[in-house]
């Protein structure tokens, strides 16, 4: 049965591909998008049905805005949009207004979404509540990697266990991601942009299986999360790391 996924920040990376793991999977896509850059409307062209939002998680309005336009509450929200240590930077060369977005927008701009989408949850009394955090902050701390950054991710972890704690006795499941190191744009510019190719590639070769995850691999384990057989998860902060959460050390920037 077809079911209404919204996902924010879908327009690249892990969000991009879970736009495409849904859409095959059958499901009714709603993504959003931070700026035209991101080019939208090519992505509803690539997934027929697909509709795109435009969502500013640093404005209280534009996320009101964006529940307004919802054809309805979703049955499946997931969290993804957000700013890396890199690419913080496009909002302010001011170091103290960069940490404020990253806090805003990775954490509260994800309270106050879920705030107003869940009396909509409530309503209905079912749904999956997805929350991307990471694995610097979310799991373990990473040495070289932005405090407010690190600071951020660890508040959606919490967020996403207070949450479970309160909807333990609904029917409503909320879980959390923490992936690691993921052949996205946002990883290649907080991390291997400044690098020479060998030193790229001695990086690569050190992480957990020497490889990067690649972000199907994070949308699979989403989309599974939306099943019945993940209810018994409820609750659950995944090290979605290949193993670089319990050994962090790996990664030496």
Same mark, same amino acid.
């Given at each position: 049965m077809s079911r209404n996924i919204l996902i924010t920040g879908g327009s690249s990376g892990i969000g991009l591909a879970m736009v495409e793991t849904f859409h095959q999977n059958g499901d009714e896509v709603w993504f959003t998008y931070f700026s035209q850059e991101e080019k939208p409307e090519e992505i509803e062209g690539k997934f027929p049905g697909a509709k795109s939002f435009? &969502?500013?998680? *640093?404005?209280?309005?534009?996320?009101?805005?964006?529940?307004?336009?919802?054809?309805?509450?979703?049955?499946?929200?997931?969290?993804?949009?957000? &700013?890396?240590? *890199?690419t913080v930077s496009k909002i302010s060369s001011e170091v103290h207004k960069q940490d404020e977005a990253l806090l805003k927008v990775n954490a509260v701009g994800s309270l106050w979404l879920n705030d107003l989408l869940l009396p909509g949850f409530k309503k209905r009394g079912n749904g999956?509540?997805?929350?991307?955090?990471s694995v610097g902050g979310g799991i373990t701390q990473i040495p070289g990697f932005r405090y407010a950054d690190g600071m951020s991710k660890a508040a959606i972890a919490f967020l996403g266990k207070a949450l479970a704690a309160d909807l333990a006795e609904s029917q409503i499941c909320v879980f959390t991601i923490c992936p690691g190191a993921t052949n996205t744009p946002m990883f290649a510019a907080s991390t291997l942009d400044g690098l020479n190719e060998s030193d790229k590639i001695s990086l690569i070769a050190s992480l957990p299986k020497g490889r990067l995850i690649e972000p199907r691999e994070i949308a699979e384990l989403a989309y599974f999360l939306t099943t019945d057989a993940a209810e018994v998860l409820h609750g659950a902060v995944l090290d979605s790391s290949m193993g670089l959460g319990v050994n962090p050390g790996l990664l030496k920037k």
């Open positions: 435009h &969502l500013n998680l *640093a404005d209280y309005s534009s996320i009101t805005d964006l529940v307004n336009s919802l054809p309805e509450t979703p049955e499946v929200v997931i969290h993804n949009a957000g &700013l890396g240590s *890199a999956k509540i997805i929350f991307f955090s």
